[in-house]
């Protein structure tokens, strides 16, 4: 089949499924209008998307050793552009970005500029060369340009192989586990289900795909995925777009809603209500620094103070009501001295947070002279983290092999900007339309006379709450202090919150499954090709049967995938924390190695090896020293960078090392210096 034609038959079978999408969504609404419940509606949706993942990945199903690896090589530029698009639109996309920016305003865009750039450097420093250079996974490359050419199988060729297989699987299980994460969170929530069982539903849709056609059944899978992916996002972003501004370009329309936006962010500022509010929570916060301040003696005082209080309520024969409180508040209570720090120094923080003024959306940085300076500094430190972090992502840099040639690779890499654009664009846009809404709309409305929408997030998750209003001074009023919403949940409550039907909050969940399920295909099969091909088949057993190479492939990846659930159902914290980490580690790790071995003949075995080791360790040594939740204090921060930036100190110093040691260390061979000119040369 030639190119020309094999593109055409994709082009029908997509506009088809497109069609049958809308006609889908079409009779859900007409369903909804007849008075079908919520919880049908959230069924249907999860399990026709899971369906049509399965039946993809099973007529995509392969024993091919070149099909499972990249897909044949034969992705036209455009399809694999889309799937790109949907391997890298993640559920930190999809979920959290949007969210970001609703709560940091300015600040939030360092995630937009830091993952675009990201992608255009991909496109200019790596992708073209890993295609020239035709193998299967990115361990190969670096394998065969610092051990030596035709003989890979050497001690250096080993170890660098090695070395960048273990990059690979901690950078791609830590991204993964954030996608499995938001799996279990969208399914939760629009079924139903326990947290736990809504991951491994999810699990059965991503094993599906990638268990039975590796890389050819995630990219046709992919492909159906970011269609659904940019209809649930634009949907209602263009609904709260015409709603708020009578223009159904969002893109276009936040512009002019920003100065509305600051001018009412200004009278909130000015309302003595809202200094009443944010007044209770200083105090709060004074009275729990008090405590920490008095340890052990206010533990023990608290302690005592709560077993009377039982002991009053049930002496004076209070209500059933009021001695079930007095109990649930004695067992509550933090169990020794210890634990007690650790859960006021949390309360300590929460609450000076909601203490704090208004951030202003449009304002950069906003602060005194030293915060506004620490925001800039953390700005730049994480705009680079995801840029180089993005030219190092193996699963990103794995589609670069999948097309038929290196000309078809620059042009999927501009398709693949274009259909991330398309999202990135819209994102901005959809977090000040929501706020601008919420700022209108819900604060200063009677407690009373709630939206429904409110109480429907608010009882979705009770142990951890991802969205609240409490009326703190009591006055019967929303103060905008008095609401807390979590970035992840956003863009799922958008189209309620837009007044849209049932439905569309349904396909977002959708859009959101996808983005997470697309991305967690990607990885896990990187993974799982990088422990198969570059450990078993490369080092183990050079003479494997490509049945049992891909055989090894699909047991491998089936484990990963179990772990990497498990991990997630450990909630293990939110889901742009865990994907910044993934980034700042694959800079780190993999950048100096991926770019100075393209562009740079005298970079060595010894430098590419000192380079990794010094990368990840000075990466991994600041996320530890300056991250409480791993242990360190955030007064161990250098230069006041969050631990999520750690890629600002581990990728110079991979650079730096890798350099000096390639220089104090002889050159490699002459045929070393062939192969780098022949992946720079143009395609002939």
Known sequence: MTERSFFGKLRR???????????????????????????????????????????????????NVLEYYVAGRRVPAMFNGMATAADWISAASFISLAGGLYLHGFDGLAYIMGWTGGYVLVALLIAPYLRKFCQYTIPDFLAMRFGGVGDDDNRAGRLVRIMAVLATIIVSFTYVVAQIYAVGLITSRF???????????????????????????????QVAQYIIIVVAFLLPAVWMSIKLSDNPVPQVAYGKLLPKLSAREAVLQADPKEAEVRAIFRQRADDYRQRLADLPASWEAGRRNAERRLDQVKRRNASLYEIRSAERALMAYPKNPDIAASEWAQALAYNLARARPINPHAEPYAGDAATSAIKRNNFVALVFCLMLGTVALPHILMRAYTTPSVHATRQSMVWSLFFILLIYLTIPAMA???????????VGSDFNHLPGWVSYWANVDKLTPLFSITDVNHDGVVQLAEITIDADVLVLAAPEIAGLPYVVSGLVAAGGLAAALSTADGLLLAMSNALSHDIYYKIVDRHASTQKRVTISKLLLLGVAFIAAYAAS???????????AAFSLAGSTLFPALVLGVFWQRANYQGAVAGMVAGFGVCLYYMLHANPVLGGSAGGQWFHIAPTSAGIFGVPAGLLVMTVVSLLTPPQDGQTGALVDYIRAPEK
Do not use: H
């Open 13 to 63: 079978y997509y506009l088809l499924f497109t069609a049958g999408f809308g006609g889908f969504l079409l009779a859900l609404i007409l369903l909804e209008q007849e008075g079908m419940p919520r919880i049908w509606i959230g069924y249907l949706f999860m399990f026709a998307t899971i369906v049509l993942y399965a039946t993809l990945g099973v007529l995509s199903r392969t024993s």
């Open 191 to 221: 079924t139903g289900v326990d947290f736990s069982v809504g991951i491994f539903l999810g699990l059965a849709s991503i094993l599906v795909c990638s268990f039975l056609g590796g890389m050819r059944a995630i990219t046709w899978t």
């Open 432 to 442: 000040v339309l929501v706020k601008y809404d919420i700022y209108t709309a819900l």
């Open 570 to 580: 450990q909630r293990p914290g939110d889901i742009i924390t865990l994907v910044g």
